[in-house]
């Protein structure tokens, strides 16, 4: 329950599951990187050539739904693990990029568009 776990939880369930395994020697940061990289491209591969409508269908349907949670979850371990393998308070460093956000894209400016903000 996302209400009830926290990031640091999450990431203790991550250690404990490769420390089990002995994956250490794996998990470099390059090797990591790889692994957010190629399990979200996983995860793009379910959306690939299907129309928005598709897309919100896939999500309504239980097996479409799981396979979705599962690739979401892979990308999230993998964020865990670097995090947790290089002491990256993802709690702290997730705010001062929202506020490092928020000063590019001001609402007067980027409300309803989807531009970059050296574009606004």
């Given at each position: 329950m996302?209400?009830?776990t926290t990031v640091l939880e999450l990431r203790q369930i991550v250690r404990a599951f490769c420390d089990e395994r002995d994956w250490e020697q794996f998990h470099g940061a390059k090797d990591l990187a790889i692994g957010v990289s190629?399990?979200?491209a996983e995860l793009l591969e379910h959306f690939r050539f299907r129309s928005d409508a598709e897309c919100e269908t896939l999500l309504r349907e239980p097996d479409g739904r799981q396979e979705?949670?599962?690739e979401l979850v892979d990308v999230l371990f993998f964020v865990l693990r670097f995090a947790d393998r290089y002491g990256i308070d993802l709690d702290d460093a997730f705010r001062r990029k929202m506020?490092?956000?928020?000063?590019?894209?001001?609402?007067?400016?980027?409300?309803?568009?989807n531009r970059k903000y050296s574009e606004l």
């Open positions: 996302d209400q009830q190629t399990e979200a979705i949670e599962h506020s490092r956000n928020a000063q590019r894209y001001p609402v007067d400016k980027s409300k309803g568009s």
